[in-house]
């Protein structure tokens, strides 16, 4: 387990390779239906996830303050 920009991302495995899950600071919990090799591909692929995630979130808010 781990935290990236307060959210936590956890990896684990499964048949057919590592999976990984993450929750935002408010608890909303997010799974990808992808599995990698190796858990620092996981791991990166959660962070690329909650990158985008904030980009959006960030982008509804500056729209909303806009419009």
Same mark, same amino acid.
């Given at each position: 387990?781990?935290? #990236?920009?307060?959210? !936590?991302?956890? !990896?684990? $495995? &499964? *048949?057919?390779? +590592?999976?990984?899950? #993450? !929750?935002?600071? &408010?608890?909303?919990? /997010?799974?990808e239906? =992808?599995c =990698?090799?190796?858990?620092? &591909?996981? *791991? %990166? #692929?959660?962070?690329?996830? +909650?990158? %985008?995630? *904030? +980009?959006?979130?960030?982008?509804?808010?500056? &729209? $909303?303050? /806009?419009?």
């Open positions: 387990m781990m935290t #990236y920009k307060q959210w !936590t991302i956890v !990896t684990k $495995k &499964e *048949l057919n390779g +590592i999976a990984v899950d #993450y !929750t935002d600071p &408010e608890g909303n919990h /997010y799974s239906p =992808f =990698f090799q190796n858990p620092s &591909e996981a *791991l %990166r #692929y959660a962070q690329i996830c +909650i990158d %985008r995630r *904030l +980009i959006a979130s960030n982008s509804k808010v500056f &729209e $909303k303050a /806009y419009s």
